[in-house]
């Protein structure tokens, strides 16, 4: 059932889907080289996109698809095994659990739900390095799941921008 005033979207194409997100894997291992792996305040766009997908897509982006690439991160990133992996899977897996709420509510709205599900995921990374014996994360990195939230309207118009239909007016066809 859809809402008042929202658009009729094309069906999204597995070649879209995985390339934007191979392409945030490749943004946000370029992101980590570029700032030397020490701005924690930089956000994960992979992140993002894994949500954003999880939401919109969640029959084909998943959980498992999380766990992958968030290992491939963690391999990357030479950090300790498993901590992307873990948030980006729990991230997933609560943005597939409400993937029918979240989509009724305006952009703002899920900008701002969606900062609380960010700042989880990172406080299971920071839960896992803290185990891990590498010490308080800076007051900087606080700025990431706000800065993660700011991003999702961007990346809502982004990826759906190939689904939307053209709006063309045709009396003989209600939709």
């Known amino acids: 059932m859809m809402h008042a005033g929202q658009a009729l979207l094309l069906p999204a194409s597995p070649r879209f889907i995985w390339g934007t997100l191979l392409s945030a894997l490749v ?6 080289q570029w700032s030397g792996g020490q701005q924690w305040w930089l956000p994960d766009v992979l992140a993002v996109t894994l949500v954003f997908w999880a939401i919109h897509q969640p029959r084909r982006v998943g959980v498992g698809a999380a766990f992958v690439f968030g290992f491939l991160l963690d391999v990357h990133q030479s950090s300790l095994l498993g901590q992307h992996a873990a948030a980006y899977a729990i991230m997933a897996y609560v943005g597939t659990s409400m993937h029918r709420r979240i989509t009724w509510f305006s952009l703002s709205s899920q900008a701002m739900q969606l900062s609380i599900l960010f700042f989880a995921g990172h406080c299971v990374q920071w839960v896992v390095r803290l185990l891990a014996g590498d010490g308080l994360m ?3 990195v606080l700025l990431a799941p706000l800065l993660e939230g700011l991003l999702w309207p961007v990346a809502v118009l982004l990826l759906l921008a190939p689904q939307r239909r053209p709006h063309d007016v045709d009396e003989n066809r209600p939709l």
Not at 27 to 32: E, G, I, R, V, Y
Request: no cysteine; aromatic share 0%.
């Open 27 to 32: 943004a946000t291992m370029a992101l980590d």
């Open 138 to 140: 800076p007051p900087a």
